[in-house]
């Protein structure tokens, strides 16, 4: 295919992520490209790496096109940002080249022209750390928040939000082993090595199409970041256990708590989104976890009062702000904002306060997050203890660098290779 008809496509994937950079890129993705059956493995795969590498980079672009004025003049409105991403990343710097490829129109090209002549300047200008948060392509008030909070860190960190992560899975415990599921991979010439710290996870060497795959079909793996898989882990929970999953999702976590707990005791998964808990039925089918039940929200409100001081831990993937998961979902950046911070900070106070009361006396919370910002953090949980002085923070059997003290894991890209995610474990005496 041409190469204007592989940027146009870029650009129409393009046009509605960034109307709904809130979701998953993905998501957008294997819509367009199911309603485009004639579209080749090589176009798709030119296509996802262009559109992941625009919005990596999207920031960055958005300002080089707008140079001094600080918001696009009517000619920039027209310009697409992936088309001033591609001429940077391809080293294109004779604009001619791309403009015969595209036909664009000359305003276009003499905008983009500028921005390959003078980039580097308009950059030189700028001070830190407005620098930075232009360079990794990151809203200026979140670029200020880590570099307050990291310090000498944040620019390995901010670093390590742009270039793609690893493909990690997690071995279904319930069917199979990750010593097992690595060597069928190898039959299937698929290169596979383990993870650092999570026992069941391998990390692949190359992207694969998972789909496809008679081990995925038949649950022997899940797609998981070695951070998500850690928070499961450093919940530690016994077979016999009855644990509530408060805010389950599509229930990653919650499948392999269950493998944790070898398919035994009780996992009610519950999610005030009912949308959200959707995609979990048809995994549990696969992954033969015969210990989930879902629970809706009308029916948690219906019996909360019963539920009371019923179960033995309380596991909370709190909403967030994703941050930690940067890399995987990089349309994210675009939709960073201080004011929808402040909203999930107080969604996330309400969320501990009232599923707290669901742990029986000596009970376990935890509380976790995929942020890498200290108040949907450390600052949540120091409130919490300061409003309930029945708690306290207990220890996690997991070993080395993630855990950061006494009951509290925060994982890094920068630092451990996996996702930025972030767990507090709680014991009420």
């Known amino acids: 295919m041409r190469l204007a008809s592989l940027l146009g496509h870029c650009q129409e994937v393009l046009e509605e992520i960034i109307k709904q950079p809130q979701r998953p890129a993905d998501l957008f993705l294997n819509r367009y490209f199911r309603k485009r059956r004639y579209l080749g493995s090589h176009d798709r795969r030119f296509i996802a790496d262009h559109v992941y590498g625009t919005l990596r980079g999207f920031l960055r672009y958005q300002f080089l096109?707008?140079?001094?004025?600080?918001?696009?003049?009517?000619?920039?409105?027209?310009?697409?940002?992936?088309?001033?991403?591609?001429?940077?990343?391809?080293?294109?710097?004779?604009?001619?080249?791309?403009?015969?490829?595209?036909?664009?129109?000359?305003?276009?090209?003499?905008?983009?022209?500028?921005?390959?002549?003078?980039?580097?300047?308009?950059?030189?200008?700028?001070?830190?750390?407005?620098?930075?948060?232009?360079?990794?392509?990151?809203?200026?008030?979140?670029?200020?928040?880590?570099?307050?909070?990291?310090?000498?860190?944040?620019?390995?960190?901010?670093?390590?939000?742009?270039?793609?992560?690893?493909?990690?899975?997690?071995?279904?415990?319930?069917?199979?082993?990750?010593?097992?599921?690595?060597?069928?991979?190898?039959?299937?010439?698929?290169?596979?090595?383990?993870?650092?710290?999570?026992?069941d996870g391998l990390i692949l060497e190359k992207r694969v199409g998972f789909n496809g795959l008679p081990e995925f079909k038949d649950g022997l793996f899940e797609v998981q970041d070695e951070g998500s898989q850690l928070l499961s882990i450093a919940l530690d929970p016994r077979p016999e256990w009855r644990v509530f999953d408060a805010c389950a999702g599509g229930g990653g976590k919650t499948l392999h708590l269950a493998a944790l707990m070898e398919g035994r005791g009780e996992i009610v998964a519950h999610d005030a989104n009912p949308d959200r808990l959707q995609g979990l039925v048809p995994r549990l089918e696969r992954s033969r976890a015969k210990n989930v039940r879902i629970m809706s929200h009308s029916q948690y409100l219906d019996r909360c009062n019963d539920l009371a001081k019923s179960f033995d831990a309380v596991f909370i993937d709190a909403p967030c702000s994703g941050t930690g998961t940067l890399r995987r979902n990089p349309g994210m950046r675009l939709n960073l904002d201080k004011e929808r911070l402040t909203e999930l900070v107080q969604l996330q106070q309400d969320i501990l306060r009232e599923y707290a009361l669901l742990v029986k006396p000596g009970g376990v919370l935890f509380y976790a997050t995929c942020s890498l910002l200290r108040e949907e953090n450390q600052d949540q949980i120091e409130r919490f203890l300061r409003e309930r002085v029945e708690w306290s923070l207990i220890g996690m059997r997991i070993d080395e660098s993630p855990v950061i003290s006494k009951g509290l894991f925060q994982s890094c890209p920068a630092l451990h290779g996996m996702d930025g995610f972030f767990g507090a474990k709680l014991r009420q005496t």
């Not at 129109?105 to 200008?125: A, F, Y």
């Not at 990291?150 to 279904?172: C, F, H, K, V």
């Not at 990750?178 to 069928?184: D, G, I, K, N, Q």
């Open 65 to 199: 096109l707008c140079g001094d004025t600080g918001y696009p003049s009517p000619v920039i409105e027209s310009v697409a940002p992936h088309l001033v991403g591609f001429a940077l990343e391809n080293g294109i710097d004779d604009i001619d080249a791309l403009s015969n490829a595209c036909s664009l129109p000359s305003e276009q090209i003499e905008e983009i022209r500028g921005v390959l002549k003078h980039g580097s300047t308009l950059m030189n200008r700028l001070s830190e750390p407005e620098r930075s948060a232009v360079f990794y392509s990151l809203p200026l008030w979140f670029a200020e928040r880590l570099t307050a909070q990291y310090g000498d860190e944040s620019q390995a960190l901010m670093a390590s939000l742009n270039p793609q992560g690893p493909t990690t899975i997690r071995a279904n415990s319930l069917k199979t082993t990750m010593e097992e599921l690595a060597r069928a991979f190898e039959a299937r010439g698929i290169a596979s090595k383990p993870c650092s710290f999570a026992p």
